[in-house]
């Protein structure tokens, strides 16, 4: 912070070392200006909800070996059908086939 001057910009987003509240004081403090990167919503990332999806059913398996977690993720990969993974897009927004 001791670099900064009122005429920069500090640019936050989620990330924890900036939702803490003496980062915000630093900025302000600086008479900087703060500006806010918008929220990424995993609701509009379609990866995300398959990854969570993935993660449980992993989890289901209670895999407790270094290379289980290996084995099982190829059969976990069957619980998933070409339309629910187009229905993943469908609901983040995205138009798909």
């Known amino acids: 912070m001791p ?12 990330l924890p ?4 509240p003496g980062a915000r004081k630093a900025i302000k403090r600086a008479a900087a200006q703060m500006k806010f990167l918008p929220l990424c919503s995993r609701d509009s990332n379609p990866i995300e909800m398959e ?9 289901s398996k209670a895999v407790r ?15 998933f059908s070409r339309d629910e993974c187009a229905n993943f897009f469908t609901a983040a927004g995205y138009e798909s086939e």
């Open 17 to 20: 070392a900036h939702t803490i």
């Open 65 to 79: 070996t270094i290379l289980a977690p290996q084995d099982a993720a190829g059969s976990v990969l069957d619980a």
């Open 51 to 59: 990854f969570a999806k993935f993660k449980a059913l992993l989890r």
């Open 3 to 14: 670099t900064l001057s009122p005429d920069d910009v500090g640019v936050l987003d989620n």
